[in-house]
């Protein structure tokens, strides 16, 4: 147990590390992706195959540490916060959230020929709140750690790529500043990336983004609670192997991050302690984020091939030209 945690621990040290180096830190992408690229290029060093005594830790971490920091995670977000901007912002989230995974899987599964998990990994991800929507996908479903780290890097490069996108294309939308950081927060990938691109805007693009942002992110419950459900009932039809293995399918950790969000919508907890009860979030989520690279095998990632960057630039562009269509509808 403790071989494996440490082994995460020094990798996830690494990862903040990096993530916090003069030049890296501007990009605004998160430690979680260094801990992750860092536990691949070590598990597929000769001697990240001759650890199987950390095999116990590893497994801890991407269970328990990754359920644990995204029930912290919900200190991210206030019931205030969502209801500030009326009810069309969650109708606007929820249409982006239900197109996105229905047309990603669809696209994923008939057009391109991927594995049902990749393409629902890679959707989530694109659809609700990047890393994190995999990582909880990852963790209801039960899916192998390649699809889960091809599904991650596909968020990365698309989200840093709307990062850069987004600004240049505000002049040319027409849309006011605060109606154009509605229009970030319902479409880019990452918070981080939100922040980024919503800030590159002006104050008030920045202040929507993120709270629109933050009700996709509350969507993550809903969204766990219905592909729990519905990931279980194929399992049933295929009558495979792993029919009925753990039963009816309940993410109980998505009700610890809504429980977080109602505790932060009622208590105001001291800002030294509310601060490092979400920087310990985050750590569990990138010692979880270095345990799945570190499984992770180059060849599993070569075999599912440049289909999910298809897929996830497919999913890009309908995020970016359909949210801006539908973001000025729906909210005039």
Same mark, same amino acid.
């Not at 990754?66 to 995670?73: A, E, H, P, S, Y």
């Given at each position: 147990?403790?071989?494996g945690?440490?082994?995460?621990?020094?990798l996830?040290?690494?990862?903040?590390?990096?993530?916090?180096?003069?030049?890296?830190?501007?990009?605004?992408?998160?430690?979680?992706v260094?801990?992750?690229?860092?536990?691949?290029?070590?598990?597929?060093?000769?001697?990240?195959?001759?650890?199987?005594?950390?095999?116990?830790?590893?497994?801890?971490?991407?269970?328990?540490l990754?359920?644990?920091?995204?029930?912290?995670?919900?200190l991210?977000?206030?019931?205030?916060?969502?209801?500030?901007?009326?009810?069309?912002?969650?109708?606007?989230?929820?249409?982006?959230?239900?197109?996105?995974?229905?047309?990603?899987?669809?696209?994923?599964?008939?057009?391109?020929?991927?594995?049902?998990?990749?393409?629902?990994?890679?959707?989530a991800?694109?659809?609700?709140?990047?890393?994190?929507?995999?990582?909880?996908?990852?963790?209801?479903?039960?899916?192998?750690?390649?699809?889960?780290?091809?599904?991650?890097?596909?968020?990365?490069?698309?989200?840093?790529?709307?990062?850069?996108?987004?600004?240049?294309?505000?002049?040319?939308?027409?849309?006011?500043?605060?109606?154009?950081?509605?229009?970030?927060?319902?479409t880019?990938?990452?918070?981080?990336?939100?922040?980024?691109?919503?800030?590159?805007?002006?104050?008030?693009?920045?202040?929507?983004?993120?709270?629109?942002?933050?009700?996709?992110?509350?969507? /993550?419950?809903p969204? &766990?609670? $219905?592909? +729990? @459900?519905?990931w =279980?009932?194929?399992?049933? !039809?295929?009558? *495979?192997? #792993?029919?009925?293995?753990?039963?009816?399918?309940?993410?109980?950790?998505?009700?610890?991050?809504?429980a977080?969000?109602?505790?932060?919508?009622?208590?105001?907890?001291?800002?030294? /302690?509310?601060?490092? &009860?979400? $920087?310990? +979030? @985050?750590?569990? =989520?990138?010692?979880?984020? !270095?345990?799945? *690279?570190? #499984?992770?095998r180059?060849?599993?990632?070569?075999?599912?091939?440049?289909?999910?960057?298809?897929?996830?630039?497919?999913?890009?562009?309908?995020?970016?030209?359909?949210?801006?269509?539908?973001?000025?509808? &729906?909210?005039?």
């Amino acid at each position: 147990m403790w071989q494996g945690l440490i082994l995460c621990a020094g990798l996830t040290l690494g990862g903040f590390t990096l993530a916090h180096l003069p030049g890296i830190r501007e990009s605004g992408i998160s430690p979680l992706v260094f801990s992750l690229l860092l536990g691949l290029v070590v598990g597929n060093l000769p001697v990240g195959g001759r650890l199987p005594q950390a095999s116990r830790g590893l497994q801890f971490a991407t269970r328990w540490l990754l359920r644990g920091g995204i029930v912290l995670f919900g200190l991210s977000l206030t019931l205030q916060q969502i209801l500030g901007l009326g009810p069309k912002v969650i109708m606007l989230d929820a249409l982006v959230i239900c197109t996105i995974l229905t047309a990603g899987y669809w696209i994923g599964t008939r057009l391109l020929g991927l594995d049902r998990e990749t393409a629902l990994l890679t959707s989530a991800g694109s659809a609700i709140c990047g890393a994190a929507a995999v990582l909880a996908t990852e963790t209801t479903i039960r899916s192998k750690p390649a699809a889960t780290s091809m599904a991650v890097a596909t968020v990365v490069l698309f989200g840093s790529l709307a990062m850069l996108v987004y600004p240049l294309l505000y002049p040319l939308t027409g849309m006011d500043e605060g109606l154009f950081g509605i229009y970030i927060g319902a479409t880019v990938h990452e918070v981080a990336q939100v922040v980024a691109a919503g800030d590159a805007v002006g104050p008030q693009a920045l202040a929507n983004a993120v709270i629109v942002k933050l009700v996709r992110v509350m969507l /993550l419950v809903p969204f &766990l609670l $219905v592909v +729990g @459900q519905w990931w =279980l009932r194929h399992r049933q !039809a295929e009558g *495979g192997s #792993e029919v009925g293995r753990g039963g009816l399918v309940i993410p109980w950790f998505a009700f610890g991050f809504l429980a977080m969000v109602i505790f932060n919508s009622v208590v105001t907890l001291p800002e030294a /302690l509310h601060q490092s &009860l979400v $920087v310990a +979030g @985050q750590i569990a =989520l990138a010692m979880a984020m !270095a345990a799945l *690279g570190f #499984e992770t095998r180059l060849e599993k990632l070569k075999a599912l091939g440049v289909k999910p960057f298809l897929l996830a630039l497919i999913l890009f562009l309908l995020l970016l030209i359909g949210g801006g269509w539908v973001t000025p509808w &729906l909210m005039h």
